[in-house]
């Protein structure tokens, strides 16, 4: 049987296996990480001294955009199981003096028990996911794929640019690779989730934050699960997260001075947590949904693809990778 194997178990990862499978490929993937997800990471509280404890929190992607009608199925589906839903279309705008209004855009959408849960559920529909599996080596012996030991028929590997250049050994790493993926550089956030007694601030959705060198965006955590508990997660603006990457902690009193000014807030958290993101979000991504590599069936997936970079573009990208691969390794069966 045909075998293809599949390195990341983000969104695009999954949606490529997804794609693999249902085309009667034997995928495999593998997760280096401890669990599913990549940056649509959720993680519980604990110890946080307050009746937060046990809730879910979203440290990565805020909120998820589905305007692509092949991903809306996907979206509309997490609905009907009340995995997913419609959370709102309507942010705040603030600057660095206070909060200047709203703006609606499209809806945007969250999950009831934290993105990485949508994850889980695209990953138990795959006959093998592995995680704590990490990839070290990707080459090319005799023409045929090998992954680590594991000869294999095709590899997507579906995660950001970088993180996929290292594994590339040069026998396959052909000059159309290189270029893809270091055409694309990433932009770092940490993000800081604050935990408070009580709610201290006026109702809001999220609040993109305009021209700080502090803050980009503050989620309102108990509005996006729908809970009202008292947590935010403010992500910080690039340029200092990349100063602060070897020691995230370290911004969150500049964290909480600012979104105090911002949000007039007369509290201060009672716990706090700090998580870096080295590459957040693609500065910028390739129009093409993905790269394959038609002659060492090696293809690039994910948000630096599909003109992304977001969940709703990655899916796509993985997916459309994923339909490719199948229709490829199916004409040389
Ligand atoms: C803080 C933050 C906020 C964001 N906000 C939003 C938002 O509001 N809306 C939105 O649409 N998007 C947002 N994004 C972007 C969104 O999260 C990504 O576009 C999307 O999740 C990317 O999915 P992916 O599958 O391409 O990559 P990832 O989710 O990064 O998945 C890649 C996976 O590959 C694994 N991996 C890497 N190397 C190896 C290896 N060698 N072996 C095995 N496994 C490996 C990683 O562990 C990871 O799980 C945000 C991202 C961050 C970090």
């Known amino acids: ?58 440290i990565g992607a805020s909120y998820f955009t589905a305007s692509t009608p092949m991903y809306q199925d996907v979206v509309q589906d997490w609905i009907d199981r009340d995995l997913a839903r419609a959370w709102t279309d309507t942010f705040h705008v603030a600057d660095s003096d206070g909060v200047l209004g709203v703006r609606t855009g499209p809806m945007r959408y969250a999950a009831n028990a934290g993105l990485r849960s949508l994850l889980h559920d695209l990953a138990s529909r795959l006959p093998q996911v592995s995680v704590q599996c990490e990839v070290s080596s990707v080459r090319s012996d005799r023409g045929g794929l090998v992954v680590d030991e594991r000869v294999v028929d095709a590899v997507a590997l579906c995660m950001p640019n970088a993180q996929a250049h290292r594994i590339i050994d040069a026998s396959v790493m052909t000059a159309e690779v290189e270029s893809a993926l270091t055409a694309v550089t990433y932009e770092p956030v940490i993000a800081v989730t604050l935990v408070f007694a009580q709610q201290c601030w006026n109702d809001f959705d999220g609040m993109f934050i305009n021209d700080d060198p502090v803050l980009t965006w503050v989620a309102n955590d108990g509005s996006r699960r729908g809970d009202g508990a008292p947590v935010l997660v403010a992500h910080v603006n690039p340029v200092l997260a990349a100063h602060h990457l070897h020691d995230a902690p370290s911004v969150v009193p500049l964290v909480i001075a600012t979104v105090s000014r911002i949000m007039s807030l007369g509290q201060l958290p009672v716990w706090t947590d700090a998580q870096r993101w080295t ?55």
């Open 279 to 333: 590459y957040a979000k693609p500065l910028a991504a390739h129009r093409e949904a993905f790269h394959l590599q038609a002659d060492s069936m090696l293809g690039l997936a994910g948000d630096a693809w599909a003109d992304g970079p977001r969940v709703e573009t990655a899916w796509l990208s993985g997916h459309l990778l994923g339909e490719q691969m199948a229709h490829l390794l199916g004409d040389s069966d």
């Open 1 to 58: 049987m045909t075998t293809a194997l599949v390195v990341g178990a983000g969104i695009s990862g999954l949606a490529c296996a997804a794609s693999l499978h249902a085309a009667g490929i034997d995928v495999a993937v593998a997760e280096r990480g401890r669990a599913v997800g990549g940056r649509m990471a959720s993680r519980r509280l604990r110890d946080t001294g307050s009746a937060c404890d046990g809730r879910t929190v979203d």
